[in-house]
């Protein structure tokens, strides 16, 4: 059964994901909400990017020991 939602849109054809079932997404953008609330300045963006580089190679290097690394 198709379910037309908006005209020629299907609901066969809909994807909806959660972009946080990623340890990295989860774990490494947490910093926007700091950002937002004016913690977070320009300033911090560099160690900000030197840590999410170690967690994403944590997580290249070993999926299961990565959580250490990426909190």
Do not use: F, H
């Given at each position: ?7 020629k ?10 972009p ?7 774990r ?44």
């Amino acid at each position: 059964m198709r379910m037309q939602l908006w005209g020629k849109m299907s609901l066969s054809s809909l994807i909806i994901g959660n972009p946080y079932m990623s340890p990295v997404n989860q774990r490494t953008t947490t910093y926007r909400l700091g950002k937002a609330l004016t913690v977070v300045d320009d300033y911090n963006m560099d160690q900000i990017a030197a840590l999410k580089r170690r967690c994403e190679t944590a997580v290249s290097a070993n999926v299961s020991t990565a959580g250490d690394m990426c909190t």
